[in-house]
């Protein structure tokens, strides 16, 4: 770190480029959820729901929404989901349009 802070201060650099590969720790870091649709229910999508603090998980009809732009990989819903969640492992989420940060993961049994 200090070695990027001295540099930038000689050469006049404020930014980096993007890192060419990434740092081993990064394996470390907490992800967004990924859902398996067929170990989703109605009634898990709903506990899920309650348990995200960032209301990053909503429930529309047959489908549970998740909102990578508001999710903070805090992890809850993970302990609340058992086998039907597990950590993406992806921590890069650039994108182009809000929209494309948000997932619909279709429940297999809505009414359950
Ligand atoms: S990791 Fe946390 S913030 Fe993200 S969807 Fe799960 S409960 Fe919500």
Do not use: H
Not at 19 to 40: G, H, K, M, N, S
Not at 51 to 59: D, M, Y
Not at 101 to 108: F, G
């Amino acid at each position: 770190m200090a070695f990027w802070f001295l540099r930038g201060l000689r050469k006049g650099v404020v930014t980096t480029r993007y890192p060419v590969e990434v740092d081993p720790w990064a394996v470390l870091l907490p992800t967004p959820p990924v859902f398996d649709p067929r170990r989703l229910t109605g009634s898990l999508a709903e506990r899920l729901v309650a348990t995200c603090p960032s209301n990053a998980l909503v429930r529309e009809g047959g489908y549970l929404v998740l909102d990578l732009g508001a999710c903070s990989a805090c992890g809850r819903c993970l302990v609340v989901a058992g086998a039907a969640a597990r950590p993406s492992g992806v921590f890069e989420l650039a994108a182009t349009s809000r929209q494309q940060l948000v997932k619909r993961i279709p429940i297999d049994r809505p009414d359950e």
